[in-house]
């Protein structure tokens, strides 16, 4: 695994960081590859908590070498894409634990993408979310075009893929695109505190709801109250839903194990 992408435990927790400081965490495809990899087998890890090192999370996708010296570079980045950066998203939405992002300066293009597939977004305040592709006359990719308008309203969306524009964290937060929003000197220690309190957590339960949200966007409301049902027979059949039940009876704190 490329050094790009630096993998550690912290106890019920997978920490991923993204490891091209000098480059703000600009990543090549090999990046997203990296991540994917890590998160293939999470070694009994309940949460995962993805990070950039040094002051941005990701400027972006680096595709320059790949791409812009070719004879179609189109070609090029759009197996970038197909190959390296969208498999990465997809193993992250199929995860069975839940997912927190710790963003501190840019988090721009793919970065954005990334950022904002987990399912907590926790941002420093000198975080900030771009969208810049209009500017080079490019399009969205990394499942902006399908995440932005779920998360922020077609208008919204428009504004930030249209316009090209910074959108702070404190404006994110207005809008619902992030969960938190921390100063910079904070945002370590808050960001692993929620990926640790999730790690604690009805693991098989998480992962239910985060599957179940997922299918919801896309069903009607009858389909999606019936695979609600089908759940939570299958989280009432884990061993954190036994206990649940049992501490509930017993009017104690639940005691939950991930299974």
């Known amino acids: 695994m490329t050094d790009q992408v630096l993998v550690e435990r912290r106890g019920d927790v997978l920490v991923l960081t993204l490891n091209r400081p000098d480059r703000l965490n600009a990543a090549p495809p090999a990046m997203f590859v990296a991540l994917r990899e890590a998160l293939a087998d999470l070694g009994g890890a309940r949460a995962v908590l993805i990070q950039g090192q040094g002051r941005a999370f990701c400027s972006g996708a680096d595709v320059a070498g790949v791409a812009l010296g070719g004879d179609d570079p189109g070609a090029a980045v759009q197996a970038a894409l197909t190959d ?50 209009v500017n080079i006359g490019l399009v969205p990719d990394g499942g902006a075009t399908w995440m932005l308008p779920r998360l922020i309203g077609r208008s919204r969306a428009y504004e930030m893929m249209m316009l090209g524009e910074r959108v702070s964290a404190v404006q994110a937060h207005d809008w619902g695109l992030v969960h938190q929003v921390v100063h910079d000197d904070m945002l370590d220690a808050r960001a692993l505190a929620l990926a640790e309190r999730l790690a604690a957590g009805p693991t098989v339960a998480l992962g239910l709801m985060r599957r179940a949200v997922h299918r919801a966007m896309e069903s009607d409301y009858p389909t999606a109250l019936t695979a609600e049902a089908a759940a939570q027979r299958a989280a009432l059949g884990s061993d954190d839903g036994k206990e649940g039940a049992q501490a509930f009876l017993q009017k104690r704190s639940p005691t939950f194990t991930g299974r």
């Open 84 to 133: 390296g950066y969208n498999p990465a998203l997809l193993a992250i939405a199929d995860l069975s634990v839940p997912v927190v992002s710790a963003v501190r300066g840019a988090a721009a293009g793919i970065g954005c993408s990334l950022a904002l597939a987990a399912d907590f977004c926790v941002a420093s305040d000198t975080a900030y979310f771009l969208q810049a592709f």
